[in-house]
Each structure stands twice: as C-alpha cells, then as structure tokens.
C-alpha cells in the first residue's frame, strides 16, 4: 500500500496569511503515460463528510476558491490556501488514488486560525 | 445530480453483525466501481473496501479481511457492507463513494453522502 503521511498534523494561521500544508507518499503517483499525479485533497469541517478541493494534484474542482491551490509532483506534494479566512478552519486530508485500490488517505492536517 | 446514501448503521454489540447499504442516483450506478471509507470519532479517514463495477474485483483493508463483505446489486443500485465479528475499534462513519474506474480514475472521490454511524459497544 502507498503511505500518505501529511506534515505538520496541525497549523495555526493568521487571517489573510497564507498555510500551506505538504504530503509525501512513499512512492510515485505519477502516471507516466498521461504525466498526472494522482492525488487529492478534502477539506472536512466539524460534523461534515470531507469536501474535494483538488484533484490530479493541481485540478481544482468546481466551485472551490482559487485561494486553495496544489502543486507537486511524484512523491512531494502541497496544498496552500494564499489568504486564509474564518471559513477554512477545517481538516485537510490528501489522498492518493494510483493505480488499483487501496487509495489511501493521509493522516490530516488541522487548520486553525492563530 | 449524483448522490449516494448510506444507511443500516446503528448499535451493535461486539461480536455481533449488521450490513450497511449504499443507495446511489444521478449516475449509470452499473458502471463505476464503488468503495467503503470510514473515520472512528475523532480520527482520519480509513479506506477499507473496494468492489469493481461488475463485482468480478473486490479489496479489503488488513483490518477488516474476513470479516467484512463488499457486494453490490446493479438492478437495485445499491451496495452492500455485510460486517461480522464486529469490533469496538470498528465503531465509525462510513461512507461509501463512487469512481468511474478500477485504475487511474478520471477523478477522485467528489461525491460524500453524510455518512452511516456504526456503533459497536456492550
């Protein structure tokens, strides 16, 4: 099974500053043949299913602020909100979905505003 | 518009049994491959089951082989958890989620139902 393993396991952030939140695996998800990482992020707020915010590492998904964002690519990756607000207090979760399942999850990372 | 409804859970004592389902909509349910995720009260979330969209392929987590099946119904779009010998550290929400394949799908998990609570006590 591919290890996901999110640093740090939670952050403190100032209003309008910027967090940023890294995701190594243990070994490559990247595609070659069509050059994608696949990897994801969620967002899960207290008493809710986790939300996509990205995907293919870099995609981000419909209706999601552009102040999220993903980069990285083969076993290095990062999510980082550029100017956080009050509403993305939140859970942070990547996920890797390579190949065959299983498509596992990182351990989260909290987010909390300093 | 796809939505994927989880239920069935409730209180169970250790040892005991009970199936979740997974009601689906919004999408051709026959062709996507469907997978079980659960997170323990305040805890990560574990993917533990998989089942391929003709059910020809399942996976199981180490922590739950040979307890848990994974089964689906095309005709009624529906999947199934069947869960034994069921243990406090199973005691979660689980939920079930959907991809368009077994490999490299063209996207992850976009779709969350609120979940089904598992409750495993004496």
């Known amino acids: 099974d591919i290890v996901m393993t999110q640093s740090p396991d939670s952050l403190a952030v100032s209003l309008g500053e910027r967090a940023t939140i890294n995701c190594k695996s243990r070994?490559?998800?990247?595609?070659?043949?069509?050059?994608?990482?696949?990897v994801a992020w969620y967002q899960q707020k207290p008493g809710q299913p986790p939300k996509l915010l990205i995907y293919w590492a870099s995609t981000r998904e419909s209706g999601v602020p552009d102040r999220f964002s993903g980069s990285g690519s083969g076993t290095n990756f990062t999510l980082t909100i550029s100017s956080l607000q009050a509403e993305d207090v939140a859970v942070y979760y990547c996920?890797?979905?390579?190949?065959?399942?299983?498509?596992?999850f990182g351990q989260g990372t909290k987010v909390e505003i300093k | 518009e796809v939505q994927l409804v989880e239920s069935g859970g409730g209180l169970v004592q250790p040892g005991g049994s009970l199936r979740l389902s997974c009601s689906a909509s919004?999408?051709?349910?026959?062709?996507?491959?469907m997978h079980w995720v659960r997170q323990a009260p305040g805890k990560g979330l574990e993917y533990i089951s998989a089942i391929s969209s003709n059910g020809d392929k399942t996976y199981y987590a180490e922590s739950v082989k040979g307890r848990f099946s994974i089964s689906r119904d095309n005709s009624k779009n529906t999947l199934y958890l069947q869960m034994s010998s069921l243990r406090a550290e199973d005691t979660a929400v689980y939920y079930c989620?959907?991809?368009?394949?077994?490999?490299?799908?063209?996207?992850?998990?976009?779709?969350w139902g609120q979940g089904t609570m598992l409750t495993v006590s004496s």
């Open positions: 996920q890797q979905y390579y190949s065959s399942p299983p498509w596992t």
């Open positions: 070994q490559s998800v990247l595609y070659i043949p069509d050059n994608k990482n696949y």
């Open positions: 989620l959907h991809s368009d394949s077994w490999f490299y799908p063209r996207i992850a998990f976009d779709v």
């Open positions: 919004g999408f051709t349910f026959s062709s996507y491959v």
